[in-house]
């Protein structure tokens, strides 16, 4: 099982990107998706997670200008970063908690994605 990352990139103050994370491999299901950031010297933090029954979770401070989204049929999810700032410049990651076949649910575990860059310029 893998997480593939892709969509950041260099925008300035007020622009949009949308990430994207499409898992592959030997899945059966998948839980929470999300995404995850890390500023320069900071640690990492939540930005945004999205539950399998379709409940949200946002960190504050993207609340109102990022939106997570999945399709299940893809394995992917989305993440739609509107009017972005300086301080949203991260590395961005992608988490989700996937059940590989041939385990039960006691093997279900955290996946991490490489890692999208996304800068953003004043």
């Known amino acids: 099982v893998q997480l593939q990352a892709s969509g950041g990139g260099l925008v300035q103050v007020g622009g949009s990107l949308r990430l994207s994370c499409a898992a592959s491999?030997?899945?059966?299901?998948?839980?929470?998706m999300g995404w995850y950031r890390q500023a320069p010297g900071k640690q990492r933090e939540l930005v945004a997670t999205l539950s399998s029954g379709g409940n949200t979770n946002y960190t504050d401070s993207v609340k109102g200008r990022f939106t997570i989204s999945r399709d299940n049929a893809k394995n992917t999810v989305y993440l739609q970063m509107n009017s972005l700032k300086p301080e949203d410049t991260a590395v961005y990651y992608c988490n989700a908690e996937i059940r590989p076949w041939g385990f039960g649910p006691e093997g279900v575990s955290d996946y991490w994605g490489q890692g999208t860059l996304v800068t953003v310029s004043s």
């Open positions: 491999g030997s899945i059966f299901s998948i839980y929470v």
